[in-house]
């Protein structure tokens, strides 16, 4: 699994480095929730409940990863347009 497989970068390579590992930390928390929580309904259900803790995070890190996804996104499409509007001018 590698997330936002089709995006590339000159210049924010580490922001789309860290947007895929937070990707990745997102969905592995998100799994890890709900699989605590399975087992804790099947063991007690106070302790199912607890483990309800580790959603905001998981969300936060998936939020996160796509903002910075967003942004190196917007990012290279500007540097692409600028390059082709230069190349233009010089012919």
């Known amino acids: 699994m590698k997330p936002y497989k089709n995006l590339n970068s000159k210049n924010l390579g580490l922001l789309l480095l860290m947007a895929r590992i937070s990707a990745v930390f997102g969905v592995f928390l998100l799994v890890l929730t709900g699989v605590v929580f399975l087992f804790g309904l099947f063991g007690g259900g106070v302790q199912a ?19 910075s996804a967003a942004i190196v996104a917007f ?3 500007y540097r692409l347009r600028t390059e082709h509007i230069l190349k233009n001018k010089e012919i």
């Open 75 to 77: 990012e290279e499409n």
């Open 49 to 67: 409940f607890s483990s309800i803790a580790l959603l905001p995070a998981s969300l936060g890190a998936i939020f996160f990863s796509g903002v």
